[in-house]
């Protein structure tokens, strides 16, 4: 059994990192679509004295409709469904992500681009600090994901 996390950000591509964990997770392995928030990350809350309570809430609904909309999607393809948990938490995405991956097999973040050097800033800070496998997987649409992800 493998602990897989996906690390979901706010962006509406998020759903591309679940889903391409979910489609190389097997029946035993525990997939956690982890996101890491705080108040500038989440929409609407830039005012930093925003009441936290209501900053997790969002990242909570956030990273649930995320887990629904690819569910959904695998359940109407008749795809095998995976067990997914979720796991929100406040702080800086990096390290968090890092701590998070001391206790993980793999861990999957979306990438912006071709190459090191147009990595997003959380993944430049995690590839080299992880303590486990870091999958980068390309933010494209679904049909160009028939490529394979980056491994470092």
Same mark, same amino acid.
């Given at each position: =059994?493998?602990?897989?996390?996906?690390?979901?950000?706010?962006?509406?591509?998020?759903?591309?990192?679940? /889903?391409?964990?979910?489609?190389?997770?097997?029946? *035993?392995? *525990? %997939?956690?679509? =982890? =996101? !890491? +928030?705080?108040?500038?990350?989440?929409?609407?809350? @830039?005012?930093?004295?925003? #009441?936290? #309570? $209501?900053?997790?809430?969002? /990242? %909570?609904?956030?990273?649930?409709?995320? !887990?629904?909309?690819?569910?959904?999607?695998? +359940? /109407? *393809?008749?795809? @095998?469904?995976?067990?997914?948990?979720?796991?929100?938490?406040?702080? $800086?995405?990096?390290?968090?992500? !890092?701590?998070?991956?001391?206790?993980?097999?793999?861990?999957?973040?979306?990438?912006?681009?071709?190459?090191?050097?147009?990595?997003?800033?959380?993944?430049?800070?995690?590839?080299?600090?992880?303590?486990? /496998?870091?999958?980068? %997987?390309?933010?494209?649409?679904?049909?160009?994901?028939?490529?394979?992800?980056?491994?470092?």
């Amino acid at each position: =059994m493998s602990r897989i996390i996906a690390a979901i950000d706010g962006s509406a591509k998020a759903n591309i990192v679940l /889903a391409w964990a979910l489609d190389h997770a097997g029946p *035993e392995d *525990e %997939v956690v679509a =982890m =996101m !890491v +928030w705080n108040l500038s990350s989440v929409s609407g809350l @830039e005012n930093p004295f925003a #009441n936290l #309570n $209501e900053g997790r809430l969002k /990242a %909570v609904h956030h990273v649930k409709s995320v !887990v629904d909309q690819v569910s959904r999607e695998r +359940w /109407a *393809e008749h795809r @095998e469904s995976v067990s997914i948990r979720v796991d929100v938490r406040h702080g $800086e995405p990096g390290p968090q992500l !890092v701590q998070a991956s001391m206790t993980a097999d793999i861990l999957i973040i979306g990438g912006y681009g071709q190459g090191v050097t147009s990595l997003g800033s959380v993944a430049r800070y995690v590839v080299p600090r992880s303590d486990c /496998a870091v999958t980068l %997987v390309p933010l494209q649409e679904h049909h160009d994901l028939k490529k394979e992800p980056s491994r470092v």
